[in-house]
C-alpha cells in the first residue's frame, strides 16, 4: 500500500502547482478563466478531500461534472428500487452509498428500517452469492454507475445464467457517460475548455470513444487518474495544449488506462446491455441513448420485466439549479438553496446527495472563507 | 430478575446444556445456573454484595480518593462478537474504563448487563464473561453487581451488553470540553482507525486479506501518568464511534475555538490507510477503542507527549494538530497535498463509495 503516498506528496505538488502557475500565466487572454470540467465524481471527491483548488491560480476554475452515478440518479428510480424491496420476499442488495439517495417517499435505508429485507454488498457477485444461498428468496441486485461498475454486473448475469440461477434479478441504472458529456456540450450556456477524463471508466473504454470532442468540439481532454498529483499532472497537460493551440486526447493514467481499454470487459458489456432509447438524469433531464438495460436473451434476470414498477417521474424541485452548476454557469454555492434548503441532510438537488457531488463536496469541505475568498 | 448477586458461602448453580433457553430468563432455577455458572464464576469477587438487589460500596473509601464521582454507562453492540485484538466482552470493560479516565477518573466499579438471545451458546457466554472478568482484572476495577435478560429469536443479535462504570475524580483536576483556547496542542496516543477497520475486516464481507486489530485497551493508567507529568492538560476525550474527527468537532464546538489538524502527522498504519482507500472510507472517522484525543496547553505540550510516549499505550503518541481562533466550531485539516479541508461532523454512519 505504500505506493499512494508517492500521489500526495507536498513538495511534489508545490513544484507541480508552480509549474501550473507558469503556464497559465503564459496563456493568452491575461486574467480571463480557464474553466476545466473534471468529468468524474472520483475526481471531485479527490480534489476536495486533498484540497486541490487551494493550490491552483485563480484563473483556473474547475467544474465538478456528471460522473457521480449516485447524484445522477432520478428519484423516481430510488421509488422504483423501494418498491421492489418492499415487495415480500425479495432481498434487496445494493452498493452502500445509493442507501442514503433520497426518493419521493423514502430512501432504501428508511425502507430497511421499516422492515424490508435491503443488504449493502461490495459487487454484484455477493448479491448472487446470496441467491445462491437462500433458493427460496428473490435476490435483486440493484446495478449502478458507469463503465467501471457495467462489466462487474454483466459478469454476473453471465454466471448466473450458466448457474441456471433464477432467483436473482437485477434492476439496471447503467449509464454511459459519452452521450452526457456531448448533451453537456451542445447546451447553450456551456463554459468549458477543456477535461479530464474519468480514468476508471476509460479503464473499460479506452480512449477513442472521446475521440470527437477534440475533434467535433475543439476542447481538450486528458485521461486523468484519481491520486491528487495525477490530478494536477493532467491539469498541467490541457493546460500545456491550451497553450500550444492543441485539441487532443492524452493519458495521464497509462499506468492503469490502456489506450484501448479492456476487450473482455467490453465484450461482456456487448453481450448482456443495449442502449435504452433515453435516460433520465436528475438534474439534466433525459438524454438520449445515456443508459443501458438487459437485452431480451436475459429477460429472465430483468427486475424491471419481474417486478411491477411504478416508473413514475418525479420533477427535481423547481428552486433546484443543478443544471447551472453542471454547466459551470454557476459555481454551488450561488444557487439559491445551498445551505438552506439544500444541504447534505436534506438534498434538493442531485449534487448535494453523495459525497462525490459537487455541492456536497463544497458544504463538506471547504469553509466560507474559501467559498467567497480569492478562490470563488 | 436475574441480579447476580449471593451469598459468596452458597452452593453455586450448574448448568447442564449447551445453549441458552427462554428457560433461563424465567427468573426460576435455571437462570439461576446460567447466572451462577457464568457471571458469578467468572467475575468472582468478594465484593459482591450478599444476596441484594444491589451493590453496597463505602463513601468514606470513596471519598478519600478524590472529591467527586465520575458515573457514567456503555451500551455496546458489535458484530461480530469476537474479532482480532477483542470481543464484547473486553469492549465493555474497556469502553466504560475509557469513558471515566477521561474525565480524570479513577475508574473503581462496573455493573454490567447482558442481554442474550435465545440459543446463544453457553460457551460463547462463557469465552464473553471471563474475558470481562480478565479485563477488569487487567484493569484493576471490579465488577460489583449485573443482570442478565434471555430474549426471544431474532430480538437481539446474540449478545448485547450494558456496563456502567463509577469512579472518582482526584481533587484539583479538571477536564473540560469547553476549555480550549487558541494555542493549545492537539495531541493522540497513537495509531487512527484500528478498532474500526478491524471491526469491518472481521466481518468478512469484502474478502480483503488484513491482519488489522483492535486497539480495544483501558486508558486510566496512561491519563494518570499524563496528567501527572502535564497539568497543562485542558480536554480528553475518547476518540470511539466517528473516531477523531467527531471529538475535535465536539472539542471545537464546546470551546467556540477552530482546530487545524495536519494529515501527515495524523499516525496511521499503513493497513488501515489502505483499507480506507479501497472502501472509500475516511479513516478519521473510524472508531478507535484505546485513542484519545488530549488537548494541552503550549508550555506543557512537550511534557505530555513526553509521557505519553513513556506508557506502552501511547508509544505512538503524536503531535497532530493546534488550536487556534479562526472560523470558530470548525476543524480544518491540511492535508497531504498541502492543500485545507473541512473536516465535519459526519451525517449518518460512514457507507463505502463505488468507484
Ligand atoms: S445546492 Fe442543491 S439544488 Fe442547488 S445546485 Fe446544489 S444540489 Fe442542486
Redesign the pocket.
Known amino acids: 500500500m505504500k505506493y499512494v503516498d508517492e500521489f500526495r506528496d507536498r513538495d511534489k505538488a508545490a513544484a507541480l502547482a508552480t509549474e501550473i502557475e507558469k503556464l497559465a500565466c503564459s496563456i493568452e487572454g491575461g486574467s480571463t478563466p480557464i474553466h476545466i470540467m473534471e468529468v468524474c465524481g472520483g475526481h471531485t471527491h479527490s480534489i476536495f478531500r486533498y484540497g486541490v483548488e487551494e493550490l491552483l491560480p485563480a484563473r483556473i476554475e474547475l467544474i465538478h461534472g456528471p460522473g457521480c452515478p449516485v447524484?445522477v440518479l432520478p428519484m423516481g428510480r430510488v421509488d422504483d428500487c423501494v418498491a421492489i424491496a418492499e415487495q415480500p420476499n425479495v432481498i434487496f442488495t445494493t452498493f452502500g452509498d445509493a442507501m442514503r439517495v433520497p426518493g419521493s417517499r423514502k430512501s432504501l435505508m428508511q425502507a430497511r428500517a421499516e422492515g424490508a429485507d435491503v443488504r449493502m454488498v461490495y459487487s454484484p457477485m455477493d448479491a448472487l452469492a446470496l441467491a445462491r444461498a437462500h433458493p427460496d428468496r428473490e435476490v435483486v441486485f440493484f446495478g449502478l454507475g458507469f463503465e467501471t461498475t457495467m462489466p462487474a454486473t454483466a459478469l454476473t448475469i453471465l454466471q448466473a445464467d450458466r448457474e441456471a440461477i433464477d432467483n436473482f434479478t437485477v434492476f439496471c441504472n447503467h449509464i454511459t457517460i459519452i452521450p452526457t458529456i456531448k448533451a453537456i456540450l451542445d447546451s447553450p450556456d456551456v463554459r468549458i475548455d477543456a477535461f479530464l477524463g474519468p480514468g476508471h471508466v476509460s479503464m473499460v473504454i479506452g480512449s477513442a470513444p472521446y475521440d470527437f470532442i477534440a475533434r467535433h468540439y475543439r476542447r481538450p481532454l486528458v485521461i486523468a487518474g484519481f491520486e491528487p498529483l495525477d490530478v494536477l499532472q493532467s491539469i498541467w497537460m490541457v493546460l500545456k495544449q491550451i497553450k500550444e493551440g492543441r485539441c487532443e486526447i492524452e493519458n495521464q493514467y497509462a499506468r492503469v488506462a490502456a489506450a484501448g481499454g479492456n476487450v473482455a470487459a467490453l465484450q461482456a458489456i456487448a453481450r448482456v446491455y443495449e442502449l435504452r432509447p433515453f435516460f433520465e438524469w436528475r438534474?439534466l433531464g433525459s438524454i438520449d441513448h445515456s443508459g443501458v438495460r438487459l437485452r431480451p436473451e436475459y429477460a429472465r434476470f430483468d427486475a424491471e420485466r419481474r417486478y411491477a414498477i411504478p416508473n413514475a417521474r418525479i420533477a427535481?424541485?423547481k428552486?433546484?439549479?443543478?443544471?447551472?452548476?453542471?454547466k459551470g454557469v454557476?459555481k454551488?454555492?450561488q444557487?439559491?438553496?445551498?445551505?438552506t434548503?439544500?444541504?447534505p441532510q436534506t438534498?434538493?438537488?442531485?449534487?448535494?446527495?453523495s459525497s462525490e457531488?459537487?455541492?456536497?463536496a463544497?458544504?463538506q469541505y471547504s469553509s466560507a472563507k474559501q467559498r467567497t475568498g480569492a478562490r470563488g | 430478575m436475574g441480579k447476580t448477586h449471593i451469598r459468596p458461602q452458597r452452593v453455586l448453580g450448574k448448568l447442564q446444556v449447551a445453549t441458552v433457553t427462554l428457560a433461563h430468563g424465567g427468573g426460576g432455577k435455571a437462570m439461576k445456573d446460567l447466572i451462577d455458572d457464568v457471571f458469578v464464576a467468572a467475575f468472582d469477587n468478594s465484593d459482591l454484595a450478599p444476596m441484594e438487589d444491589q451493590a453496597r460500596l463505602d463513601l468514606g473509601m470513596l471519598a478519600a480518593a478524590g472529591d467527586r464521582l465520575a458515573f457514567t454507562t456503555d451500551a455496546v453492540v458489535v458484530d461480530p462478537l469476537f474479532f482480532p485484538g477483542g470481543d464484547i466482552g473486553k469492549l465493555a470493560v474497556c469502553g466504560t474504563i475509557n469513558d471515566l479516565a477521561v474525565g480524570g477518573a479513577i475508574p473503581l466499579y462496573l455493573s454490567c448487563a447482558a442481554i442474550i438471545e435465545e440459543g446463544t451458546s453457553v460457551e460463547l457466554l462463557r469465552k464473553v464473561a471471563q474475558s470481562m472478568a480478565h479485563s477488569a482484572q487487567l484493569a484493576g476495577v471490579r465488577i460489583v453487581t449485573g443482570d442478565t435478560k434471555v430474549v426471544p429469536r431474532g430480538a437481539c443479535d446474540k449478545l448485547f451488553i450494558t456496563a456502567s462504570g463509577l469512579g472518582v475524580i482526584p481533587k484539583g483536576v479538571q477536564l473540560n470540553a469547553h476549555a480550549a483556547r487558541p494555542g493549545d496542542v492537539v495531541l493522540v496516543n497513537g495509531l487512527l482507525g484500528e478498532h474500526g477497520a478491524a471491526i469491518l475486516a472481521a466481518r468478512g464481507e469484502m474478502a480483503l486479506d488484513c491482519t488489522i486489530e483492535s486497539d480495544c485497551a483501558p486508558l486510566h493508567e496512561l491519563v494518570a501518568a499524563l496528567l501527572a507529568r502535564a497539568p497543562g492538560v485542558r480536554c480528553l476525550r475518547d476518540a470511539t464511534r466517528g473516531g477523531i474527527a467527531t471529538v475535535l468537532n465536539e472539542i471545537a464546538q464546546a470551546s467556540h475555538v477552530g482546530i487545524e489538524i495536519d494529515e501527515a502527522q495524523c499516525p496511521m498504519r499503513e493497513q488501515v490507510r489502505g483499507f480506507c482507500e479501497i472502501l472509500g472510507l475516511d479513516p478519521l472517522y473510524l472508531a478507535n477503542e484505546g485513542k484519545l484525543v488530549a488537548i494541552v496547553a503550549p508550555e506543557d505540550a512537550d511534557a505530555a507527549l513526553t509521557a505519553l510516549q513513556a506508557h506502552p499505550l501511547g508509544a505512538e503518541a503524536r503531535i497532530v494538530g493546534r488550536v487556534t481562533e479562526l472560523e470558530p466550531g470548525r476543524v480544518v485539516m491540511r492535508t497531504l497535498l498541502g492543500g485545507h479541508r473541512i473536516v465535519d461532523m459526519l451525517v449518518g454512519e460512514q457507507l463505502p463509495r463505488i468507484c
Open positions: 447524484c438534474g427535481d424541485p428552486a433546484c439549479q443543478c443544471g447551472e452548476v453542471l454557476l454551488p454555492w444557487c439559491k438553496v445551498f445551505g434548503s439544500c444541504t438534498p434538493a438537488g442531485a449534487l448535494m446527495v457531488g459537487a455541492c456536497a463544497y458544504y
